[in-house]
């Protein structure tokens, strides 16, 4: 049985555990979605024509691995970190996946514009749903306004004040870092 693996996890820990792991070991460590911090501040256009050029991770270099889907372009490889969305403190919400500032909650991400309690998860059989749960700086699906529960998909973008990740599935996610090779 694989551990479950909670958040946050440099994206370098994540690519290693496609390494050693099955696509089915990773979805059971990992859950069925993960956010990934996505580059910010940048023109991630043009790093992803610089990405499709040349690549290099350690020692790892890739030409025009990223190229295509979800990620291309989006995750820094160097700085990235993915958070599971998965139940962690199941004594309050039991059915609820909560993300904030305070460490109490499932999904904790450690920034000033992020509420102490920012926004609310639900999986409604395979679909995830969010909800803003009163945050000062709101909680954005593509860009627009999360006012009431919303269904999220693969590759949505989910933005928490000023921080944006990109919503995937484990499963494509182990996919596009699978494709990197060994190291």
Known sequence: MTAT???PIPIQQVLADVRAMSSSEFVDAYGPMVLVRMRSGIDAEAMEKRDEESWSFGT???QGARSSGPIAGIVDMHDGVAYPVRKVHARFFSRTILLGRASSNDLHIA???VSKLHARFRFDGDRLLIEDAGSSNGTFLN???VTTERPVQDSDVLSFGALRFRV???ANLYAFLK???PA
């Open 111 to 113: 920034d000033p514009g």
């Open 60 to 62: 790892v270099n890739v």
């Open 143 to 145: 860009g627009q306004r």
């Open 168 to 170: 995937l599935r484990a």
């Open 5 to 7: 693996v909670v958040g």
């Open 179 to 181: 494709r990197l090779g």
